[in-house]
């Protein structure tokens, strides 16, 4: 299957500074990037959602200014946590989509996912 | 409200027993999918599921997805130590590319 990648995978930072985590897809092209964020032993929510070239669209609750979302390429996407607190220490997954729905030819067959994850980057700010 | 509501939350069974996690919702939706999660890694797409009534099975793993695509089931069979993790479902609505997930399935096996 695809891969995407993070960096880094994982980061410690004093509180008020600001971190930037990095997702690319390495091969293939991705229109669309999501952006998770899971507490432990929690599930993954949904921070934001990023189209290549345009805003990202965020959840509700999820201060657009504080996660800044840059979706520069149709292989990177980055989210800058700025002035990190305590509390925004998590694991922030990325996953990385062809827009092109589910069986979507990459000149492979029988892909079925819209997603494909990333190994996550872990954060803890002090 | 969660969308998905996922059960049990937690569950500690033997090697060798069998298991079924569920994972529920008022709302109908395209596809569902499962994920396996390891701690500090991404999870990792275990089976896609789209038509109502849908059966797939992978190994000891069996995936149901209900008639009217709402709901969905994950039977493990003869579990093994190495089935321990988070187990998460996650549906696809029409017309949305993005991914609801449940609240996860934490499952340990004891040998």
């Known amino acids: 299957g695809a891969v995407v990648s993070q960096h880094p995978s994982w980061v410690i930072c004093k509180s008020g500074t600001s971190v930037k985590i990095e997702c690319r897809s390495l091969d293939f092209q991705a229109t669309t990037m999501f952006w998770y964020r899971q507490f432990p032993k929690q599930s993954l929510m949904l921070m934001a959602t990023s189209n290549e070239g345009s805003k990202a669209t965020y959840e509700q609750g999820v201060e657009k200014d504080k996660f800044l979302i840059n979706h520069a390429s149709l292989t990177l996407s980055t989210l800058t946590v700025t002035s990190a607190h305590p509390e925004d220490s998590s694991f922030y997954i990325c996953?990385?989509?062809?827009?092109?729905?589910?069986?979507?030819?990459?000149?492979?067959?029988?892909?079925?996912?819209?997603?494909?994850f990333g190994p996550g980057t872990r954060l803890l700010v002090l | 409200t969660q969308l998905l509501e996922q059960s049990p939350q937690f569950l500690s069974i033997q090697e060798g027993e069998n298991l079924t996690v569920y994972c529920n919702s008022s709302s109908v939706f395209s596809s569902l999918q499962w994920y396996r999660q390891e701690p500090g890694e991404g999870p990792v797409l275990l089976v896609t599921v789209v038509t109502g009534g849908e059966v797939k099975k992978l190994k000891r793993l069996t995936f149901q997805f209900g008639d009217a695509r709402k709901d969905s089931s994950l039977h493990i069979t003869a579990a093994q130590t190495g089935d321990t993790g988070l187990y998460l479902c996650?549906?696809?609505?029409?017309?949305?590319?993005?991914?609801?997930f449940g609240q996860g399935t934490r499952l340990t096996i004891n040998p």
């Open positions: 996953s990385a989509g062809t827009g092109l729905g589910r069986l979507a030819l990459l000149g492979k067959r029988g892909i079925e996912e819209t997603q494909y």
């Open positions: 996650a549906g696809e609505k029409k017309g949305a590319q993005k991914l609801v």
